[in-house]
T-cell receptor, first 114, second 110 residues
Framework: SQTIHQWPATLVQPVGSPLSLECTVEGTSNPNLYWYRQAAGRGLQLLFYSVGIGQISSEVPQNLSASRPQDRQFILSSKKLLLSDSGFYLC?????????????FGEGSRLTVL | RKEVEQDPGPFNVPEGATVAFNCTYSNSASQSFFWYRQDCRKEPKLLMSVYSSGNEDGRFTAQLNRASQYISLLIRDSKLSDSATYLCAVKPGGSYIPTFGRGTSLIVHP
């Protein structure tokens, strides 16, 4: 069966510090991969999605970036965090071959920027 | 108008009650529809996909109304464990990107 893991689960970072969140998927090949952010009391905001290695689409201009160095690995980064980057970050995957589009989420990474 | 809209609630119901949520969408090209459940401080989990003919999974029934552009989720015989936020998601045909509503909060009390 397919599994998705992301880490770290929780982190507290000072403003201006770098960020790296990692996500890996097991049990499937060539998945679509997504990074979402959910701010407190807000909906899910799509940040990036990827349909293949090295292929990244950005939905929202910001100081975050994403990379997909391997088929089942998706990384979210920032060189300098802002207070507004605080939130719950969720990685997700979907089957490329299935256009119905069900998304399956990782456990999430809760980021607090102080 | 937002692409996907949900009443945030909270819906506060007693155990055993029947409760229904609606989710309206603005893109008439939408082809795939989903309900997710999100527990507090946890990730969303797929509850059920919504098919044109409607579908049922135990106490949960999902329906699609294309003419009025909304989907619904009906929960019968509510349990305390049903307390959560229910997110709807809508995806246009040919797209990999679903759009999520902000969710409806359900609180089931004894």
């Amino acid at each position: 069966s397919q599994t998705i893991h992301q880490w770290p689960a929780t982190l507290v970072q000072p403003v201006g510090s770098p960020l790296s969140l990692e996500c890996t998927v097991e049990g499937t090949s060539n998945p679509n991969l997504y990074w979402y952010r959910q701010a407190a009391g807000r909906g899910l905001q799509l940040l990036f999605y990827s349909v293949g290695i090295g292929q990244i689409s950005s939905e929202v201009p910001q100081n975050l970036s994403a990379s997909r160095p391997q088929d089942r690995q998706f990384i979210l980064s920032s060189k300098k965090l802002l207070l507004s980057d605080s939130g719950f970050y969720l990685c997700a995957w979907s089957e490329r071959a299935v256009m119905t589009g069900e998304l399956f989420f990782g456990e999430g990474s809760r980021l607090t920027v102080l | 108008r937002k692409e996907v809209e949900q009443d945030p609630g909270p819906f506060n119901v007693p155990e055993g009650a029947t409760v229904a949520f609606n989710c309206t969408y603005s893109n008439s090209a939408s082809q795939s529809f989903f309900w997710y459940r999100q527990d507090c401080r946890k990730e969303p989990k797929l509850l059920m996909s919504v098919y044109s003919s409607g579908n049922e999974d135990g106490r949960f029934t999902a329906q699609l109304n294309r003419a009025s552009q909304y989907i619904s989720l009906l929960i019968r015989d509510s349990k305390l464990s049903d307390s959560a936020t229910y997110l709807c998601a809508v995806k246009p045909g040919g797209s990999y990107i679903p759009t999520f509503g902000r969710g409806t909060s359900l609180i089931v009390h004894p």
